[in-house]
């Protein structure tokens, strides 16, 4: 596609539930990159992908969050027994390839709201 | 955690007067980087300065860096209404691809 496309826009979940959040980079990228903004706030990192591998998922802010990106294109982020304080926008981004200076390009983002 | 600081955390102007905001980070990098935000929505890239460059300009936008003091400043001339957005920097650190954001600048620019 001509952008990164983000699935699903909003999504509403009550605590304790599974969720999952897709994205579908430019195509051709090879890195993909998530975050997670709160209101008011900067993004902040949570995994950065290069191909198929996790390059740094030192943003992870928990073992309930995990990412996978099995064919090196499509990501889904996964979060298991969500809680209030995962409520944010969830916003994938992706580049052409690792190297230093290349723009990095942002999906709209999946809204969660954990009730 | 966020890299760095945007001052001011708000600004409201004039249409047609210029914008000027600020940022401040912590580490060495490999650039920097200005985004647009509508509405806490998706990024728009707006300007890329690498950390040999102490300026650079893109139609109205003009960025500065100051490596030295971990500073850099975002001006756009000649505002208008549609610029109203939220603008953030961030910085490509020399140890991590991933971009490090800091907590932006909120623009008015009124009619």
């Known amino acids: 596609g001509a952008g990164v496309s983000q699935t699903p826009s909003n999504k509403v979940t009550e605590k304790g539930k599974y969720v999952e959040l897709r994205c579908d980079p430019i195509?051709?990228?090879?890195?993909l990159y998530w975050y997670r903004q709160s209101l008011g706030q900067g993004p902040e990192f949570l995994i950065y992908?290069?191909?198929?591998?996790?390059?740094?998922d030192s943003g992870l802010p928990n073992d309930r969050f995990f990412a996978v990106r099995p064919e090196g294109s499509v990501s889904t982020l996964k979060i298991q027994r969500t809680e209030r304080g995962d409520s944010a926008v969830y916003l994938c981004?992706?580049?052409?390839?690792?190297?230093?200076?290349?723009?990095?390009?942002f999906g709209e983002g999946s809204w969660l709201t954990v009730v | 955690s966020q890299q760095g600081e945007e001052d001011p955390q708000a600004l409201s102007i004039q249409e047609g007067e210029n914008a000027t905001m600020n940022c401040s980070y912590k580490?060495?990098?490999?650039?920097l980087q200005w985004y647009r935000q509508n509405s806490g929505r998706g990024l728009v890239h707006l300007i890329l300065?690498?950390?040999?460059?102490r300026e650079k300009h893109s139609g109205r936008l003009r960025v500065t860096l100051d490596t030295s003091k971990k500073s850099s400043s975002l001006l756009i001339t000649a505002s208008r209404a549609a610029d109203t957005a939220s603008y953030f920097c961030?910085?490509?650190?020399?140890?991590?691809?991933?971009?490090?954001f800091g907590s932006g600048t909120r623009l008015q620019v009124q009619p």
């Open positions: 981004a992706s580049s052409r390839d690792p190297g230093a200076g290349n723009t990095i390009y």
């Open positions: 580490t060495s990098i490999n650039n």
């Open positions: 992908f290069q191909g198929t591998g996790a390059a740094d």
């Open positions: 195509s051709g990228h090879t890195a």
């Open positions: 961030a910085t490509e650190g020399t140890g991590r691809r991933a971009l490090t």
């Open positions: 300065i690498r950390s040999n460059e």
